[in-house]
């Protein structure tokens, strides 16, 4: 059967690990907090609501395109399309093709960023590997100015980052949202991750200070899953209400 990411690409690797994606999903939140186009997630009324949740949602389509069937991911891809042409259309404006860009490299930023972080460095072909995957999503949306390559995407990204994001009421709230969900221990565990794998101008905008007090950390929970004792942890850094649906992110590789 053919696969949209193949069953031994290190993007499965790295989407199949619930640790992985907690940074992931940690990124992502910092960044999105700081995008101009923040506002389109503030118009459902769903991100203000449940952030965690609306994120989730985010990583769970990635998911189900890394690991379906190619035909099944494709139809994953469109209907991702299908729900923001109803924003859209309710809306009564288009989304900007910038923004949609934007979520795809936080993906990919996030992905290397965070498997980096807790594994090993990639080399540049899986570099490149991960890229292609959300290079594929994105031709697949009809998104322009997709760069070709992994190093490509590099300077298109700075590129990005430098005009793309910034301080903003949103921004303000959100986290004040992020707080009220996760409670304050939960919360400053998130603002000590989000330093381990924002850009350096993500953390400029938001003025993080780039030590984070997980960094010694880091190595000590690593040997933690030596002894599975990492689900202990994650048990008390999850909300209740997420904690089965992290638990199901784990996908043993073949």
Not at 119 to 135: A, I, Q, T
């Amino acid at each position: 059967m053919k696969y949209f990411v193949n069953k031994d690409s290190i993007v499965r690797e790295i989407w199949g690990k619930s640790d992985t994606i907690l940074f992931i999903f940690a990124g992502s939140a910092a960044e999105f907090a700081v995008n101009k186009a923040v506002d389109w997630l503030y118009f459902t009324g769903r991100l203000p609501s449940d952030p965690l949740g609306r994120l989730f949602s985010t990583v769970s389509y990635s998911r189900r395109i890394v690991f379906a069937p190619y035909d099944d991911a494709l139809r994953t891809i469109d209907v991702i399309s299908t729900i923001h042409s109803g924003v859209e259309k309710s809306r009564g404006a288009k989304m900007p093709d910038w923004a949609y860009r934007d979520v795809l490299y936080m993906l990919i930023h996030y992905s290397i960023a965070s498997y980096e972080l807790l594994e090993r460095k990639l080399s540049p072909s899986e570099k490149e590997e991960v890229y292609d995957v959300f290079y594929r999503m994105g031709e697949r949306m009809h998104l322009k100015d997709l760069s070709g390559t992994y190093d490509g995407w590099l300077i298109k990204r700075a590129e990005d980052l430098q005009k793309d994001i910034a301080q903003s009421q949103y921004t303000t709230d959100l986290f004040k949202q992020y707080r009220k969900h996760l409670g304050p221990l939960r919360y400053r565990v998130l603002l000590e991750g989000q330093k381990l794998v924002i850009p350096q101008r993500v953390r400029e905008i938001l003025h993080f200070r780039k030590f984070s007090f997980l960094r010694p950390i880091v190595p000590l929970y690593t040997l933690c899953r030596n002894f599975h004792l990492d689900g202990l942890i994650k048990s008390i850094i999850l909300p209740p209400k997420y904690k089965k649906e992290f638990r199901e992110l784990d996908v043993p590789l073949p």
